[in-house]
């Protein structure tokens, strides 16, 4: 069992910044699979960013250079720095616990979810 929180979603002007937190209340993110997505209003959730359990990230093209994925496990935390923000971001992210070992964008590779967190880029 895998209990996963998201926080620091907001609402900034494009080019700005923010870091998104996943935390484990239960069970842990430490040498795990953990992946990053999102979903805007009217679309399919997409993946953004990737870390394997050899904290290796993984990122689509689409964010390549603007999104870091990162972990800290003494706070049993994985992060997702968003950079230069564009209006094109604004969705609700969602992190998750990547339990097999297929595609990183296939969301059936993944068995634990967060309940989101809204980032909302003002143009």
């Known amino acids: 069992q895998v209990r996963l929180k998201e926080s620091g979603g907001g609402l900034v002007q494009a080019g700005a910044s923010l870091r998104l937190s996943c935390a484990a209340s239960e069970g842990t993110v430490n040498g795990i699979a953990m992946g990053w997505f999102r979903q805007a209003a009217g679309k399919e959730r997409e993946f953004v960013a990737g870390?394997?359990?050899?904290?290796?990230?993984y990122y689509p093209d689409s964010v390549k250079g603007r999104f870091t994925i990162f972990r800290d496990n003494a706070k049993n935390t994985v992060y997702l720095q968003l950079n230069n923000l564009k209006s094109e971001d604004t969705a609700a992210y969602y992190c998750?616990?990547?339990?097999?070992?297929?595609?990183?964008?296939?969301?059936?590779?993944?068995?634990?979810w967060g309940q989101g967190t809204q980032v909302t880029v003002s143009a």
């Open positions: 870390i394997g359990f050899d904290d290796r990230p």
């Open positions: 998750a616990r990547k339990w097999r070992g297929g595609p990183w964008k296939s969301r059936d590779e993944y068995d634990y």
